[in-house]
């Protein structure tokens, strides 16, 4: 299993567009969730879905910033219109979504966006 | 509110010597406590858990309730334990929350 596929890996947008994240969450596992990470405000938790039905979105910033996972193997983080602000690494991670501390998160290699 | 609370942006230490990374915590329910660690070029993976009482690649972590303290712990640091290391705290269904994290940088 190659794990948690993310891309594009590097994003390079101008102000004001659409910048649409991707991500394929690891075979079998229920749970997804998506991740920020700035320098001053670390590692975040933006959203998760739990069998393909976002849980929790409380963690995202602002209505510019939707997610969708119209099936078990895809996901989408969409920020739109973009701003300079949003330049961050985004990681995508998945879980069997068992429960009880045994359910283990598994990171994405993350895509890295700036926004100029 | 949970917090999770890593004092050390850096530590660096020599081959061979004892390493603690610091992590304290804010939680009023009871709470369950990670070890992540990401090393260069490579993806954040959990290192250990609290609720297993495991040792993994000679790292330790043991859960102080009455300190509210989740410190990491090594005996003797290797080169390769270089990497950054992020406390985490499970709460709700399953949402995590991350320190800032700390830079552990072993030199030869």
């Known amino acids: 299993d190659a794990g948690v596929i993310q891309s594009p890996r590097h994003e390079v947008t101008e102000m004001g567009q659409e910048v649409t994240l991707r991500c394929k969450p690891i075979?079998?596992?229920?749970?997804l969730f998506w991740y920020r990470q700035t320098m001053m405000r670390g590692l975040e938790l933006l959203i998760y879905?739990?069998?393909?039905?976002?849980?929790?979105d409380s963690g995202m910033p602002e209505d510019r910033f939707s997610a969708k996972m119209p099936n078990a193997s895809f996901s989408t983080l969409k920020i739109q219109p973009s701003e300079p602000r949003d330049s961050a690494v985004y990681f995508c991670?998945?879980?069997?979504?068992?429960?009880?501390?045994?359910?283990?998160?598994?990171f994405g290699p993350g895509t890295r966006l700036t926004v100029l | 509110a949970q917090r999770v609370t890593q004092p050390e942006k850096l530590l660096s230490v020599f081959k061979g010597a004892p390493v603690e990374l610091k992590c304290n915590y804010s939680?009023?329910?009871?709470?369950?406590l990670f070890w992540y660690v990401q090393y260069s070029r490579q993806r954040l993976q959990l290192l250990l858990r609290?609720?297993s009482r495991e040792s993994i690649k000679g790292f330790t972590a043991d859960l102080n309730k009455g300190e509210t303290s989740f410190h990491l712990k090594k005996p003797f640091a290797q080169e390769e334990d270089s990497a950054m290391y992020y406390c985490?705290?499970?709460?709700?269904?399953?949402?995590?929350?991350f320190g800032a994290g700390t830079r552990l940088a072993v030199h030869p």
């Open positions: 991670a998945s879980s069997l979504g068992a429960s009880g501390s045994l359910d283990e998160q598994f």
């Open positions: 075979s079998g596992h229920n749970s």
């Open positions: 879905f739990n069998n393909n039905v976002p849980i929790d």
């Open positions: 939680y009023s329910g009871s709470p369950e």
């Open positions: 609290h609720i």
């Open positions: 985490a705290l499970r709460f709700g269904y399953n949402k995590l929350i």
